[in-house]
C-alpha cells in the first residue's frame, strides 16, 4: 500500500477509535451521574420526610425522649420502608443511637441525614441509607450496551470513510494516471515539434553534409564582422574557395566519395583555423572564408600561399586511395572591395571565376590588389635570397661634436644591394622586411656586423667609434632579445663600448614599464641606448625620467621648424636643456644648412648627424674618409661636401 494511503488509513482509524471510545464511556458515566443524583435526592427527600414528622412530634409530646426507643421505633414503623435495601435510623445530638428500622443495606452504601429540632434546637439527626448496587447493576449494563454501541460506531466509522477513501483514491489514481499518459503523450508531441522546429532551422542555416554554415548564416556572420571592422578601422577578407576536379570525382567514384571528400575538407579547413563559424559551404564544391580582421594586405596573400601549399599537400583518402586536391580562391577585402556582406561576396565570386579562366591559384577583386601582392611576394623571396646571398650592407653616417667638429660615433642603416637594380631604397624593403617577420634575422645580421667592422676597426689601429644600430618593434618585443644581444657582445671584451641602440621614442611608449625593465637588462651589459625621433611619440616626462637611456635624438621635423620661426626654436631649446637636466646627451638629427648647425650650437645641442656634414656611406668609405687620424672640423666638413 502507498505510504499515502497508509497515512490516511492510520488518521481514519485513530479519529473512530477516539468516537468510538467516547460514545463507550459517555453512556455508563452518563447513566451513573443521573441515576446517582436521583438516588440521592430521594433519599434525602426521605431523610427529611422522617425528620420533619420527628421534630412535630416533639413538638407535640415533650416527653416522647423520655421513652425514646418504643415511641421512636413505632414512629419509625409507621412509614412504609423496603426493609431489604433501606435502613431508617434516628440519633441525638450526642450521636447515639435512638432507634432504627429497617436492615442494613448491602455495600456500597449511600448515606443521607436531615436535622431535627426541639423547638428551635437541635434534638437529633434521621439519616436514611441505601445500598448502591442497583445503579452499579443499571451502570454495567449500560456499560454493555456503550460498549456495543462503541464498537458498532468504530467499525462504522474506519470502514465506510476508508471504502470512500479509497475509492476517492482510486479515481484520482485512475484520473492521474490518465493524465500522466496524456502529459506524456503531449510532452513528446512538444519534442516532436522542437525537433522539427530545430532541424528546420538547422536546414536554414547549416549544411547537412559538413555541418559548416551555409551562405545565409555565413552572410549574417560576415556583416557583424564588417560592422566589428568599421568600429575598429581594420580591414576584412572574405574568400571563396573551390574544389578543382571535383566533378570528375564525383562522376568516376560515385557521389558517396564526393560527400566524403566534401567533409574532409571541412574538417582540415576548420582544423586548420581552429573557428569553424569562419568556414560555410556555399555550393557542391564551393567553400566560403571570412578573415575577420587584415593588419596589412600582405598578411593576405602569405596567408593565401600557405593555405593552398599546405592544402595541396594534403592527402585525402577516398576508396583506399590518396588523393591531392588542388583549390582556387577568389578574394575580395572590406572596404576596399564592397560595403555589405552581399557586395563583398559577388566581387569574391567575380574574382574567382576570373581566377578559374586565367588559371590563377587566386586572385582579388581589384587588380591593383592582386599586382601589389604580387609584386610584394616577388619582394618577399628576394629578401629571403638577399639574406642567404648576403646582398644586405651596412653604411654608415657619421655623428659629431657641435663644439669642436670631431666625429663622435656613426649610426648603421641597413642597405640592401641588389644586383640586378643595385641599391634599394630602406622604405621599399624594411616594411617587407617588418610584415614577413624577416626583420629578426635581419636584425641579427646588422648587430654582428656592426660589431664586427667595429672591432675591425680597433684590431687595424683606427680610433673606432661606436656604432649606434637601430632596433625594430618586432626585435624589442621579443622575449630573446636581449640574449640576443649578450651573444653578439661576448666575442670580444671590448664589443659594449662598440655598440648603441637606438630606440624610437613611440616605440618605448608602447608598453613603458616593460621596455624599461629590457632597457635596464640591456644598459647593464655595458651598451649604450639612445631614444631616437625624440618629440614624436608624446613620452610622459614621469617616464622619460625614469627610462634607462643615455642619449635623446631630435627628430629632424623639429630641426626644420627650428628656422622656420621662434615656436619651432624654443621647442628645440626646450627639448635640450630637458634632457640636459636629465643628464642626456642631445643628438640633432638631419641637419642640412650651416644656419640650423649655428642654431643647434647656441642652443647648446652636443651633436649633430646628417648631409651637411655627410650622408650614409659604405664602411670602406667610412674608414678612410673619417677613421683617418681627424682633421679640425672644418677640413672634416669641407672634405664632406666636395665627396657629396
Not at 497508509?6 to 468510538?20: E, H, M, P, Q
Not at 423547638?119 to 443499571?138: F, P
Not at 587584415?294 to 583506399?320: I, Q, S
Not at 582556387?328 to 577585402?333: F, N
Amino acid at each position: 500500500m502507498p505510504t499515502t494511503d497508509k497515512k490516511v488509513t492510520s488518521i481514519v482509524t485513530r479519529v473512530a477509535l477516539a468516537v468510538a471510545l467516547a460514545v463507550t464511556f459517555v453512556l455508563p458515566l452518563g447513566y451513573w451521574v443521573i441515576a446517582y443524583n436521583d438516588f440521592s435526592s430521594q433519599l434525602e427527600f426521605k431523610a427529611r420526610v422522617k425528620a420533619t414528622a420527628l421534630s412535630g412530634l416533639i413538638a407535640t409530646l415533650p416527653e416522647v425522649w423520655m421513652y425514646a426507643e418504643n415511641r421512636l421505633q413505632g414512629l419509625l414503623t409507621r412509614e412504609p420502608v423496603p426493609l431489604d435495601t433501606e435502613a431508617v435510623e434516628v440519633y441525638d445530638v450526642r450521636g447515639e443511637l435512638l432507634a432504627q428500622a429497617g436492615k442494613t443495606p448491602l455495600s456500597p452504601v449511600l448515606r443521607r441525614s436531615y436535622l431535627v429540632y426541639d423547638a428551635a434546637r437541635v434534638a437529633g439527626r434521621v439519616e436514611v441509607s441505601d445500598s448502591l448496587r442497583r445503579i452499579w447493576y443499571g451502570t454495567a449494563i449500560a456499560a454493555a450496551l456503550g460498549i456495543l454501541l462503541g464498537g458498532s460506531v468504530f467499525i462504522a466509522l474506519r470502514t465506510f470513510p476508508l471504502r470512500a477513501l479509497r475509492r476517492v483514491a482510486e479515481d484520482l489514481s485512475a484520473n492521474h494516471a490518465k493524465l500522466a499518459e496524456s502529459s506524456i503523450l503531449l510532452q513528446q508531441e512538444i519534442r516532436k515539434q522542437q525537433l522539427a522546429t530545430e532541424r528546420a532551422e538547422y536546414l536554414a542555416y547549416y549544411d547537412v553534409l559538413t555541418g559548416l554554415a551555409n551562405r545565409t548564416l555565413f552572410l549574417e556572420r560576415v556583416a557583424q564582422f564588417m560592422r566589428s571592422a568599421a568600429g575598429s578601422g581594420h580591414k576584412l577578407a572574405l574568400f571563396l574557395f573551390d574544389l578543382e576536379r571535383f566533378k570528375n570525382i564525383n562522376d568516376s567514384l560515385g557521389r558517396p566519395s564526393g560527400d566524403a571528400l566534401l567533409k574532409q575538407v571541412a574538417e582540415w579547413l576548420t582544423r586548420n583555423a581552429g573557428n569553424a563559424n569562419l568556414f560555410a559551404r556555399i555550393d557542391a564544391d564551393h567553400f566560403a572564408i571570412v578573415l575577420p580582421e587584415v593588419k596589412r594586405d600582405g598578411d593576405v596573400a602569405r596567408l593565401l600561399e600557405k593555405t593552398l601549399g599546405d592544402f595541396l599537400e594534403h592527402p585525402f583518402h577516398l576508396n583506399d586511395a590518396v588523393f591531392r586536391i588542388a583549390a582556387k580562391v577568389g578574394a575580395a577585402l572590406f572596404p576596399d572591395d564592397g560595403a555589405d556582406a552581399d557586395t563583398l561576396f559577388r566581387n569574391a565570386e567575380a574574382a574567382l571565376k576570373k581566377a578559374k579562366a586565367r588559371g590563377d591559384r587566386y586572385l582579388f577583386y581589384t587588380q591593383t590588389m592582386t599586382d601589389t601582392v604580387a609584386v610584394t611576394l616577388t619582394l618577399e623571396n628576394q629578401l629571403r635570397q638577399a639574406l642567404d646571398n648576403e646582398e644586405f650592407v651596412l653604411h654608415y653616417q657619421p655623428k659629431v661634436s657641435l663644439a669642436n667638429g670631431k666625429l663622435t660615433s656613426a649610426e648603421a642603416l641597413i642597405r640592401w644591394n641588389d644586383p640586378r637594380t643595385g641599391l634599394v631604397p630602406p622604405g621599399q624593403f624594411i616594411p617587407v622586411l617588418e610584415e614577413t617577420g624577416l626583420i629578426y634575422e635581419v636584425g641579427r645580421w646588422a648587430l654582428r656586423k656592426a660589431i664586427e667592422d667595429y672591432l675591425r676597426w680597433r684590431a687595424a689601429g683606427l680610433p673606432a667609434v661606436r656604432i649606434a644600430v637601430n632596433v625594430s618593434p618586432l626585435q624589442l618585443r621579443s622575449s630573446g632579445f636581449i640574449e640576443e644581444i649578450r651573444q653578439v657582445i661576448s666575442v670580444d671584451a671590448n664589443a659594449p663600448a662598440g655598440l648603441e641602440l637606438e630606440i624610437t621614442e613611440s616605440l618605448i611608449m608602447e608598453d613603458v614599464k616593460h621596455n624599461i625593465a629590457s632597457l635596464q637588462a640591456i644598459r647593464t651589459l655595458g651598451v649604450v641606448i639612445a631614444i631616437d625621433d625624440f618629440g614624436t611619440g608624446f613620452s610622459s616626462l614621469a617616464y622619460l625620467a625614469k627610462l634607462p637611456v643615455d642619449t635623446l635624438k631630435i627628430d629632424r621635423s623639429f630641426v626644420i621648424d627650428m628656422t622656420a620661426g621662434p615656436q619651432g626654436l624654443a621647442l628645440v631649446s626646450t627639448i635640450i636643456n630637458l634632457a640636459h637636466s636629465l643628464k642626456l646627451k642631445v643628438v640633432a638629427e638631419g641637419v642640412e644648412t650651416e644656419e640650423q648647425s649655428r642654431l643647434l650650437r647656441l642652443l647648446s645641442c652636443d651633436e649633430m648627424q646628417g648631409f651637411l656634414f655627410s650622408k650614409p656611406v659604405p664602411s670602406e668609405i667610412f674608414e678612410t674618409r673619417f677613421l683617418a687620424p681627424l682633421p679640425d672640423r672644418a677640413t672634416l666638413t669641407q672634405d664632406a661636401q666636395t665627396s657629396s
